[in-house]
């Protein structure tokens, strides 16, 4: 792990740039960082994957990565405890015990983010 604190991640809000990690998926400052210092960019490509199946019939997607004893679990939802996709992570060494991302539909990109870049 680089030097990640998780408590800097609230400091985000709003972003000055988007970065491309696919031909249809952008992510913001804060979902850079998170990714550059906690070593996760797998986080990054698994949301992408699922956000492709999911589709875009909905524009909003909360992910939530919960973390515990090396295994964790990703969850997609609309955001009203509907779950529209699971998956169980084996192992990662994840600093923190639960990570949520906003992922949303701009009629062109899917954008993912930190909460409080909402």
């Not at 696919?22 to 550059?36: E, M, N, P, Q």
């Not at 956000?51 to 609309?78: P, Q």
Request: aromatic content about 14%.
């Amino acid at each position: 792990m680089k030097n990640f604190d998780p408590t800097v991640l609230s400091l985000f809000i709003g972003t000055e740039r988007y970065y491309r990690i696919s031909r249809t998926h952008l992510i913001t400052d804060g979902a850079k960082y998170l990714a550059d210092n906690a070593e996760c960019y797998w986080l990054l490509d698994a949301t992408t994957s699922h956000l492709m199946e999911i589709g875009t019939n909905d524009w909003f997607v909360l992910a939530t990565l919960t973390f515990k004893d090396s295994r964790a679990t990703l969850v997609y939802s609309d955001g009203d405890g509907n779950e529209l996709a699971r998956q169980q992570i084996p192992f990662t060494d994840f600093p923190t015990d639960e990570i949520k991302l906003y992922c949303c539909f701009d009629g062109e990109h899917w954008v993912t983010m930190l909460p409080s870049e909402y």
